[in-house]
Nanobody, 117 residues
Framework: QVQLVESGGGLVQAGGSLRLSCAASGIIFSRKAWAWYRQAPEKQRELVAS???????DYVDSVKGRFTISSDNRANTVYLQMNSLKPEDTAVYYC???????????WGRGTQVTVSS
């Protein structure tokens, strides 16, 4: 059974940085892609960043130039480096893993990121 566990969230002042990690266990497939989503109170979950199996990355416009997604597929881990954080980045951040063959999505339980002004 695939399990995803996020870590690295917390409280930070505006302008600060955090690095989120997501470690996956129970994986037996190699063809996969990763993403980070976030959900702020009373808002819909939104895609923040994604990385393909080939390493191509994409970001929502609001975080471009500030966030960087990376993955270590041998370690089954994905990271989100968040710099120049803003109060509007406050949300629960969720790790997402996509199995590419027989497509299936897996989710972590989320980690809270709070940015104070």
């Amino acid at each position: 059974q695939v399990q995803l566990v996020e870590s690295g969230g917390g409280l930070v002042q505006a302008g600060g940085s955090l690095r989120l990690s997501c470690a996956a266990s129970g994986i037996i497939f190699s063809r996969k892609a990763w993403a980070w989503y976030r959900q702020a109170p009373e808002k819909q979950r939104e895609l923040v960043a994604s990385i393909t199996i080939g390493g191509t990355t994409d970001y929502v416009d609001s975080v471009k130039g500030r966030f960087t997604i990376s993955s270590d597929n041998r370690a089954n881990t994905v990271y989100l480096q968040m710099n120049s954080l803003k109060p509007e980045d406050t949300a629960v951040y969720y790790c997402n893993l996509q199995r590419l063959i027989n497509p299936t999505n897996y989710w972590g339980r989320g980690t809270q990121v709070t940015v104070s002004s």
